[in-house]
């Protein structure tokens, strides 16, 4: 079957490999694993909720309409990273049979009420539908933002993906040299310098407005892990947690499994897109596996 739903979950299996596949768990509409040729290419924590308790801690959470947190009017009051994340969402069905793909989708009647209410008045009315498409290397994910409503609204997108790596004391992230990076830990704005990105601690950055005709590769010893291309999503989070940051997050398991992940996240973030009643938005990931180390200057 190459869909299958539960109460909870829609899992997604490529019609010519049946270890091939995704998992989208209806809270969040986050995907929680995605597996080619039985290999899982998503870190998702052990201790992370899946009952809908709690944000999911790994996989791809969506982010709406805030990243982080905001003092931006209308925003000040909304906790970090919005709503999407902690909803559940509609499954909407199988769209196309080659590739396949499923959507979801999200409004205000089924937005935790408790979060949406947040948002500006808790009155902006919208749309969210969340593609899933699924080849046999790569897994592609676009959101459509619509305002349904009479009068403007801004927010934030992104895909907070937590990618599975061997270890990150290995690992590098290419094609952000000579980039605008805002450092979240420094607090500080500068050009990025370093060749590419490496590890040695916690490191929480946000790159804006990279071209989006720039490739981001994962490279583990030498050899790209993952891909990661972007259609109208300008900023790119990088974050690992590292070793005192993990520990205290109690739903982040086995706690030395940040050196198992790095969190590359394409999104629009360096300011607020906004939409006028009728007008939609879009934007896409797609991660793939291998190929050569791709060089691009800025
Ligand atoms: C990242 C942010 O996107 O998400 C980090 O850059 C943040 O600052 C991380 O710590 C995890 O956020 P949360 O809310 O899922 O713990």
Redesign the pocket.
Same mark, same amino acid.
């Given at each position: 079957m190459p869909i299958e739903q539960t109460e909870t979950t829609v899992t997604i299996t490529s019609p010519s490999n049946p270890n091939t596949k995704v998992s989208v768990l209806l809270y969040g509409a986050s995907i929680t694993s995605w597996t080619i040729d039985s290999v899982e290419q998503l870190w998702l924590s052990s201790a992370a909720k899946l009952d809908g308790s709690k %944000?999911v801690?790994g996989g791809i %959470?969506l982010?709406f309409p805030v990243?982080?947190k905001s003092s931006a009017e209308g925003f000040e009051d909304l906790p &970090? $990273?919005g709503f999407a994340r902690n909803s559940t969402w509609e499954f909407l069905g199988q769209t196309k049979e080659n590739p396949l793909t499923v959507q979801f989708g999200l409004g205000p009647e089924a937005a935790n009420p408790d979060v949406y209410s947040k948002w500006d008045k808790g009155d902006n009315d919208f749309t969210l539908i969340f593609t899933v498409e699924l080849k046999d290397d790569s897994l592609k994910t676009s959101i459509e933002v619509s305002n349904t409503d009479t009068k403007p609204w801004k927010f934030n997108w992104?895909f $907070?993906t937590y990618l599975k790596i061997d270890d990150i004391d290995d690992t590098l992230v290419n094609n952000l040299p000579g980039e605008k990076c805002y450092d &979240?830990l420094l607090k500080e704005t500068y050009e990025e310098k370093a060749p590419a990105v490496d590890f040695n601690g916690e490191l929480?950055r946000?790159y804006q407005n990279v071209d989006t005709s720039k490739l981001l590769q994962v490279i583990e010893l030498g050899k790209v892990v993952h891909n990661v291309e972007r259609e109208n999503l300008p900023d790119v989070?990088v974050?690992n %947690?590292w070793d005192k940051?993990s520990a205290g997050?109690a739903d982040f398991e086995p706690k030395d499994g940040w050196h198992n992940m790095v969190?590359i996240?394409p999104g629009h973030v360096h300011d607020f897109v906004t939409l006028k009643p009728g007008e939609s938005w879009t934007g896409a990931q797609t991660i793939y596996k291998g190929d050569s180390i791709k060089l691009q200057s800025i």
């Open positions: %944000p801690r %959470p982010v990243f982080g &970090q $990273h992104l $907070h &979240q929480d946000i989070v974050w %947690p940051k997050m969190c996240e």
